[in-house]
C-alpha cells in the first residue's frame, strides 16, 4: 500500500512540476510575441505618412507594454502606463492632429 | 578621407562603450537598499503596498516634485492656449441615444472606480497617478460621447486643485513640526491591511488623486475647446 501512494504522489508531483514548467514556457512565448508586435508597431509608428495611423501605433505600444508590465509583476506601473499612455495621450495627440495636418506630406507641397 | 577618420573614430567610440557595457553586470541588484524595503516597509511605514510605502514615504520629496512638474506643465498649456474672449465647445454632431446613454451609465463606474484605486492606493496597486489619469479617462468619455455636456466647471477645478496641492505640503510641513523632518510619518500606523493605516499615506494619496485627476480634465478641457 505504502509504495503504490508514494508512486502516486511522486506522480503528481511530477504532474504538477510539469505543469509549471509548461506555464513558464506558454509565459515566455507570450511575452516574446507581444515584444515583437511592440516593435513592429513601435517601427510603424515612426514611419508613417498617415499621422492618424502613427498614433495609433504609438497607443498600441503603451497598450502593450502595459500588458508586459502586467506579466513582469509591475501591476502599479502597468496601470500608470495604461491610463496615460494608451488612453490619455492618443486622446491629446488626436485632438491636436484633428486642429492640424493629417499628413507629413502636406508640409513639402506648400 | 573624413570619411575614414570618421569610421575609425566610431570604432574606437563603440569599443570604448562595448567595454563600458561588459563591465556592468546585468540582472545583478546591485544595491541592498531593495532588500530593505521588502523586509521593513510594512513594519516602518504600515503600507501593505510596498511601491506606495517607497513613492509615498521614503521617497515623498520626489512625489511632491512629480506633482509641481505636472502642475507646471498643466499651468504652461492653459497659459499658451488661453484667449481673452469666452471660448464655447463648438456643437458637433449630435450623438446616438446609444452612445450618449452608455456614456452616461459609465461615467459615474469609471470615476468610483478611480477613487476607489487612489483611497485603496496603500493596500492594492495603484494610486493618486493612477486614479486620477483614470478619473480624467472618464472625463474624456464625456467630453467624446456627451454633446449635451457644456463643459467643466473651470474655477471648481482650479480650487480643487489647489486646495489638494496645498493639503500635501500642509502635510509634509505638520511632519517637519512633529517629528523634525518634512513629510515624516507621524499620524498613528494602525493595523496594517486596514483601510485607515499606514498613518499620512492615504491622506497624501487622496490629495495627489484629486490633484492628477482635476489637472488632467483641465488639460483636456483646454485643448477640446473651440477658439
Given at each position: 500500500?505504502?509504495?503504490?501512494?508514494?508512486?502516486?504522489?511522486?506522480?503528481?508531483?511530477?504532474?504538477?512540476?510539469?505543469?509549471?514548467?509548461?506555464?513558464?514556457?506558454?509565459?515566455?512565448?507570450?511575452?516574446?510575441?507581444?515584444?515583437?508586435?511592440?516593435?513592429?508597431?513601435?517601427?510603424?509608428?515612426?514611419?508613417?505618412?498617415?499621422?492618424?495611423?502613427?498614433?495609433?501605433?504609438?497607443?498600441?505600444?503603451?497598450?502593450?507594454?502595459?500588458?508586459?508590465?502586467?506579466?513582469?509583476?509591475?501591476?502599479?506601473?502597468?496601470?500608470?502606463?495604461?491610463s496615460?499612455?494608451?488612453a490619455l495621450?492618443v486622446a491629446i495627440?488626436?485632438i491636436?492632429?484633428?486642429?492640424?495636418?493629417?499628413?507629413?506630406?502636406?508640409?513639402?507641397?506648400? | 578621407?573624413?570619411?575614414?577618420?570618421?569610421?575609425?573614430?566610431?570604432?574606437?567610440?563603440?569599443?570604448?562603450?562595448?567595454?563600458?557595457?561588459?563591465?556592468?553586470?546585468?540582472?545583478?541588484?546591485?544595491?541592498?537598499?531593495?532588500?530593505?524595503?521588502?523586509?521593513?516597509?510594512?513594519?516602518?511605514?504600515?503600507?501593505?503596498?510596498?511601491?506606495?510605502?517607497?513613492?509615498?514615504?521614503?521617497?515623498?520629496?520626489?512625489?511632491?516634485?512629480?506633482?509641481?512638474?505636472?502642475?507646471?506643465?498643466?499651468?504652461?498649456?492653459?497659459?499658451?492656449?488661453?484667449?481673452?474672449?469666452?471660448?464655447?465647445?463648438?456643437?458637433?454632431?449630435?450623438?446616438?441615444?446609444?452612445?450618449?446613454?452608455?456614456c452616461?451609465?459609465?461615467f459615474?463606474?469609471i470615476?468610483?472606480?478611480?477613487?476607489?484605486?487612489?483611497?485603496?492606493?496603500?493596500?492594492?496597486?495603484?494610486?493618486?497617478?493612477?486614479?486620477?489619469a483614470i478619473i480624467a479617462s472618464g472625463f474624456l468619455l464625456t467630453i467624446l460621447g456627451?454633446?449635451?455636456?457644456?463643459?467643466?466647471?473651470?474655477?471648481?477645478?482650479?480650487?480643487?486643485?489647489?486646495?489638494?496641492?496645498?493639503?500635501?505640503?500642509?502635510?509634509?510641513?505638520?511632519?517637519?513640526?512633529?517629528?523634525?523632518?518634512?513629510?515624516?510619518?507621524?499620524?498613528?500606523?494602525?493595523?496594517?491591511?486596514?483601510?485607515?493605516?499606514?498613518?499620512?499615506?492615504?491622506?497624501?494619496?487622496?490629495?495627489?488623486?484629486?490633484?492628477?485627476?482635476?489637472?488632467l480634465t483641465?488639460v483636456l478641457d483646454?485643448l477640446t475647446?473651440?477658439?
Amino acid at each position: 500500500m505504502l509504495p503504490v501512494s508514494l508512486v502516486f504522489l511522486s506522480a503528481k508531483k511530477q504532474k504538477s512540476i510539469n505543469q509549471k514548467i509548461f506555464a513558464k514556457k506558454n509565459k515566455m512565448i507570450l511575452e516574446i510575441i507581444l515584444v515583437v508586435v511592440m516593435l513592429v508597431a513601435a517601427i510603424s509608428a515612426g514611419t508613417f505618412k498617415n499621422l492618424l495611423n502613427a498614433v495609433i501605433a504609438a497607443g498600441f505600444v503603451s497598450f502593450i507594454a502595459a500588458i508586459l508590465f502586467f506579466l513582469l509583476h509591475a501591476p502599479d506601473v502597468a496601470m500608470a502606463e495604461a491610463s496615460i499612455g494608451a488612453a490619455l495621450t492618443v486622446a491629446i495627440f488626436v485632438i491636436a492632429l484633428k486642429k492640424t495636418k493629417r499628413h507629413e506630406d502636406d508640409e513639402k507641397n506648400n | 578621407m573624413r570619411r575614414i577618420i570618421s569610421l575609425v573614430l566610431l570604432t574606437i567610440v563603440l569599443i570604448g562603450v562595448a567595454f563600458c557595457l561588459d563591465a556592468i553586470p546585468f540582472g545583478i541588484s546591485q544595491s541592498q537598499v531593495r532588500q530593505y524595503y521588502l523586509d521593513n516597509g510594512v513594519k516602518e511605514t504600515g503600507a501593505t503596498n510596498i511601491v506606495t510605502s517607497v513613492v509615498v514615504n521614503y521617497r515623498g520629496f520626489d512625489t511632491l516634485g512629480e506633482v509641481t512638474v505636472l502642475f507646471l506643465a498643466a499651468i504652461g498649456l492653459s497659459a499658451v492656449l488661453h484667449r481673452a474672449e469666452k471660448r464655447q465647445r463648438k456643437e458637433g454632431r449630435r450623438s446616438s441615444l446609444i452612445l450618449y446613454t452608455g456614456c452616461r451609465f459609465l461615467f459615474p463606474l469609471i470615476l468610483l472606480f478611480g477613487t476607489y484605486i487612489f483611497i485603496h492606493g496603500h493596500l492594492t496597486p495603484g494610486g493618486g497617478f493612477q486614479g486620477g489619469a483614470i478619473i480624467a479617462s472618464g472625463f474624456l468619455l464625456t467630453i467624446l460621447g456627451c454633446w449635451k455636456w457644456g463643459g467643466i466647471n473651470k474655477n471648481a477645478f482650479k480650487i480643487t486643485e489647489s486646495i489638494s496641492g496645498l493639503v500635501f505640503v500642509v502635510v509634509g510641513l505638520l511632519g517637519l513640526l512633529y517629528s523634525g523632518y518634512f513629510l515624516a510619518n507621524y499620524l498613528p500606523k494602525g493595523l496594517p491591511n486596514n483601510l485607515f493605516s499606514a498613518g499620512i499615506i492615504p491622506i497624501i494619496y487622496v490629495a495627489i488623486g484629486f490633484k492628477v485627476g482635476t489637472e488632467l480634465t483641465g488639460v483636456l478641457d483646454d485643448l477640446t475647446k473651440e477658439p
